[in-house]
T-cell receptor, first 110, second 110 residues
Framework: KNEVEQSPQNLTAQEGEFITINCSYS?????LHWLQQHPGGGIVSLFM???GKKKHGRLIATINIQEKHSSLHITASHPRDSAVYIC????????????FGQGTRLTINP | NAGVTQTPKFRILKIGQSMTLQCTQD?????MYWYRQDPGMGLKLIYY???????DKGEVPNGYNVSRSTTEDFPLRLELAAPSQTSVYFC?????????FGPGTRLTVT
């Protein structure tokens, strides 16, 4: 079993829909990251969180440390949100290493 | 600031050839990382460094070597390239808990 599991692996939705991507992890962490990767593109950090909730524009990330679970929500989704969304956790010990989920491929149709 | 830069962007190698992937960051970060990303799989850590002169193995170090003679540079060396090393390689640096990724190098070994 992977230390970081994301669901769903693939998600297709219509423009305007509310999107939720889930991430569960099995290890103790110091922080959780949500990353975005556009097709053929680089990887950018969306959020880093260790508790509660963060919001940036139409994106919201939440984390429940007790349940070892995080969600990424996208409100009023748009075709430009089509990308792979990656959850990664930072271990509690040394070197700030990340362990990554396998990613969720999101496609928003106009 | 340029952030994290990688060269080359693309490369095709023949089996048995060697090459060096270059990575440079201008943010004065101590932590640097090399990852590989295979289709449908999460990023895997190859090697990491916590500062100049200090490197350590990640999850998938076989077939690779690194060095860290300066804070800025963290080159990844492939000796005796094999088809299993066909992948996209990302370099990253970390500061303040955030990870910053380079644009990636797409390597094909045939």
């Amino acid at each position: 079993k992977n230390e970081v599991e994301q669901s769903p692996q693939n998600l297709t939705a219509q423009e305007g829909e509310f999107i939720t991507i889930n991430c569960s992890y099995s290890v103790g962490i110091s922080a959780l990251h949500w990353l975005q990767q556009h097709p053929g593109g680089g990887i950018v950090s969306l959020f880093m969180l260790s508790s509660g909730k963060k919001k940036h524009g139409r994106l919201i990330a939440t984390i429940n440390i007790q349940e070892k679970h995080s969600s990424l929500h996208i409100t009023a989704s748009h075709p430009r949100d089509s990308a792979v969304y990656i959850c990664a956790v930072r271990s509690m010990v040394g070197a700030q290493k990340l362990v990554f989920g396998q990613g969720t491929r999101l496609t928003i149709n106009p | 600031n340029a952030g994290v830069t990688q060269t080359p962007k693309f490369r095709i190698l023949k089996i048995g050839q060697s090459m060096t992937l270059q990575c440079t960051q201008d943010m004065n970060h101590n932590y640097m990382y090399w990852y590989r990303q295979d289709p449908g799989m999460g990023l895997k850590l190859i090697y990491y460094s916590v500062g100049a002169g200090i490197t350590d193995k990640g999850e998938v170090p076989n077939g690779y070597n690194v060095s860290r003679s300066t804070t800025e540079d963290f080159p990844l060396r492939l000796e005796l390239a094999a088809p299993s090393q066909t992948s996209v390689y990302f370099c990253a640096s970390s500061g303040g808990g955030e990870q910053y990724f380079g644009p990636g190098t797409r390597l094909t070994v045939t």
